[in-house]
């Protein structure tokens, strides 16, 4: 594991766990909570985040001494939101039915705080090739979140994952077993994401 | 009127801008511990909000949505992939101009909220609401209403949760839990007792 | 090295930003116009068929699209006209795409959908609803006789999933088929509608109200009444004086 032990392969596999963007780190919540309603948008949700905070890092760094101190903040804002619009443009007219479903939440990324939060803590004090590791790390945290939420509000919720029918006819019939409604509203969203952070949190106390 | 007024009420109550629509989580989670920080940063956000949401109506009836520019004779043009950048642009810009005038009016505000106040630059809700306004078609007026209603809806769902936290303070929380999850199981509970509030209408259909 | 914190620096700086990603932005959106146009336009239409069963969401675009266009003789499969809602005519005044661009500046119009096709003949009627968070969008089929009913769909709603937005799932839409409108067939004064029924269901009703009446969504009642407005209140306001007018 001599890959996870160099400086590449930290940056990119501690954002998996030890600093998760979302449980950790406490950033980019809302999309979190809105788009794990069905795993198919939670999926593209996470490579959209994932291609522009990527995209986003590597340009950062690329221009990073080329930025004016008083601007600093909005050469960030101008970066994400073309990179967000361009993103925008291409859903709708490549996969029009899920840019539907996720609607205003990929205008959402912009104020997402793991783009900007990652801008400027990594990007612009690291070289290229770091930060375009330190994105995908993140990309990658923030991804695995919020498909394993989805999932099980997904399942839990509508006994589906991706649209199908994963609980068979016979368990409603026979157990009396019904979906739990809770898990497509807000407060299950909530409830889901707190137990992960306790599961992780008591797992994973001492690597902080 | 009625229907300003069912705008109004769904936006603090049933559709909650932050505990049913999960927009402007982040600094709710981290502000939210104490009540004077809290009310203050509620008064900031409902404040830029009840301003920018008008503003952006009008740049985007008259200069971005498909066929806007015809007042300058220019009706075929559609401007509406500009509408992010437009945006965020106009709420940083108010932002930075509200920091600037609390620094000199009110300095003990302006130390109280510290860093919170260009926080509030990328809080979604406040972009949330303007992108909100294009897909619902509100008009002037009700979109004014939505942002104003939208701001205090915050401001209730923030001030409820610190006041929550503070009591919880003398509770004994399950060492995993302490911080970030017992906030989030929370604001679970909050978002269910908000929605109750359901069914509520004004209208008659 | 160039000094970052310079004015004219930052000027320069934001100015060449700027002009970047514009020219990047606008280039994306000219380029990519046509397709999401089309994707836009292809959603709408399958919205119409699948109102009268005759395309779901996996048909293809370009089977969506033969239904609409026409042929040489100005023929096609559906025929897309504006009525007049108050007196129930044709208004041919209004184009087809001034109407779309800006559907509110003619409050007393509706847009009317003819199918053509030998052995599918139907009309096709834009409804709008109120639910619980916000309006409701969808299309009702009907046969030309202006009283079975082949079908509804909800293209746009902000339902609960699980709940209200249950309006969209295969057991809900289904039952309509096969309902009526009006209480004694060819005379629309007798109008009556479909409602959504709560509390009973449809088998428990008396035979002679059965032919009007689709089992609820438990769970969720203001959607509930507000599908019940539009095939009440809604239908007969805006549609059957055109097809008073039709079937005279």
Redesign the interface.
């Known amino acids: 594991m001599s890959f996870a032990k160099s400086e590449k392969g930290k940056i990119l596999i501690q954002p998996l766990v030890a600093s998760n963007p979302i449980?950790v780190q406490?950033?980019?919540?809302?999309?979190a909570?809105?788009v794990t309603?069905q795993l198919k948008p939670a999926i593209v949700m996470s490579i959209c985040l994932t291609v522009v905070t990527t995209c986003s890092n590597v340009i950062m760094s690329l221009i990073r001494?080329?930025?004016?101190?008083?601007?600093r903040?909005?050469?960030y804002?101008?970066?994400i939101?073309?990179l967000?619009?361009?993103a925008?443009?291409?859903l709708?007219?490549?996969v029009?039915?899920v840019s539907?479903q996720l609607?205003?939440f990929v205008?959402?990324i912009?104020?997402?705080?793991i783009v900007?939060g990652r801008a400027e803590a990594f990007a612009t004090i690291n070289t290229p090739y770091k930060s375009l590791v330190d994105g995908i790390g993140n990309g990658l945290g923030y991804s695995a979140v919020l498909i394993a939420v989805a999932c099980v509000r997904e399942l839990l919720?509508?006994g589906k994952l991706l649209g199908q029918q994963v609980i068979p006819d016979f368990v409603y019939i026979l157990t009396g077993y019904t979906?739990n409604?809770m898990m497509?509203?807000?407060?299950?969203?909530?409830?889901i994401?707190?137990?992960f952070?306790?599961?992780s949190?008591?797992l994973y106390?001492g690597e902080k | 009127m009625i229907d300003l007024i069912s705008i109004a009420l769904t936006s603090i109550f049933i559709s909650n801008i932050l505990l049913a629509n999960f927009l402007g989580m982040c600094s709710f989670l981290e502000c939210a511990k104490n009540i004077k920080t809290a009310m203050g940063l509620g008064l900031a956000v409902t404040f830029v909000l009840t301003m920018t949401a008008p503003l952006n109506w009008l740049i985007h009836n008259f200069l971005l949505s498909d066929g806007a520019l015809i007042w300058l004779n220019m009706g075929d043009i559609n401007l509406d992939f500009l509408k992010f950048m437009t945006f965020i642009a106009v709420i940083a810009a108010f932002v930075q101009v509200v920091e600037m005038a609390l620094e000199k009016f009110s300095p003990s505000l302006y130390a109280a909220l510290g860093i919170f106040l260009p926080l509030i630059t990328v809080n979604c809700a406040i972009l949330g609401v303007s992108l909100f306004f294009v897909e619902k078609e509100y008009d002037l007026l009700q979109t004014f209403v939505f942002g104003l209603s939208s701001g205090i809806g915050w401001l209730l769902a923030i001030l409820g949760l610190a006041a929550i936290t503070q009591k919880l303070k003398y509770s004994n929380v399950p060492k995993g839990l302490r911080g970030l999850g017992i906030t989030f199981i929370t604001t679970g509970l909050m978002s269910m007792a908000f929605m109750c509030f359901a069914g509520i209408s004004l209208t008659n259909k | 090295m160039v000094d970052v914190n310079k004015s004219g620096y930052t000027l320069i700086f934001a100015t060449i930003s700027c002009v970047i990603c514009s020219v990047l932005l606008s280039g994306a959106s000219v380029s990519l116009k046509d397709l999401q146009d089309k994707n836009k336009k292809i959603d709408k239409q399958r919205n119409v068929l699948m109102a009268a069963n005759l395309a779901t969401a996996e048909t293809s675009a370009e089977e969506i699209s033969t239904w609409f266009s026409k042929d040489d003789s100005g023929y096609s499969d559906i025929k897309t006209v504006i009525i007049d809602t108050e007196t129930g005519t044709i208004n041919d005044s209004i184009s087809l795409e001034a109407y779309t661009k800006k559907p509110k500046k003619f409050p007393e119009s509706s847009i009317v959908y003819e199918c053509l096709r030998k052995g599918n003949e139907c009309f096709i009627l834009p409804i709008t609803g109120v639910g619980l968070w916000g309006k409701l969008y969808g299309f009702l089929a009907l046969k030309p006789d202006g009283d079975n009913v082949l079908g509804i769909s909800f293209y746009k709603h902000q339902e609960t999933p699980g709940l209200g937005a249950e309006i969209t799932e295969d057991w809900f839409k289904s039952q309509f088929s096969g309902k009526k409108l009006l209480q004694t067939a060819g005379d629309f004064d007798s109008f009556r509608g479909v409602v959504v029924k709560k509390g009973i269901k449809v088998i428990d009703l008396p035979e002679k109200d059965q032919a009007y009446s689709v089992d609820g969504i438990s769970g969720a009642t203001i959607t509930s009444v507000g599908v019940t407005g539009i095939t009440t209140k809604y239908i007969k306001e805006k549609f059957i004086p055109y097809f008073k007018n039709k079937n005279k």
């Open positions: 449980m406490t950033l980019g919540i809302c999309s909570l809105a309603v001494n080329l930025i004016p101190g008083k601007i903040i909005i050469t804002m101008i970066v939101s073309t967000v619009a361009l925008d443009q291409i709708q007219a490549y029009f039915s539907k609607s205003v205008g959402l912009i104020t997402n705080c900007m919720g509508s979906d409604g497509l509203l807000a407060p299950g969203a909530f409830f994401i707190g137990i952070i306790w599961i949190n008591s106390k």
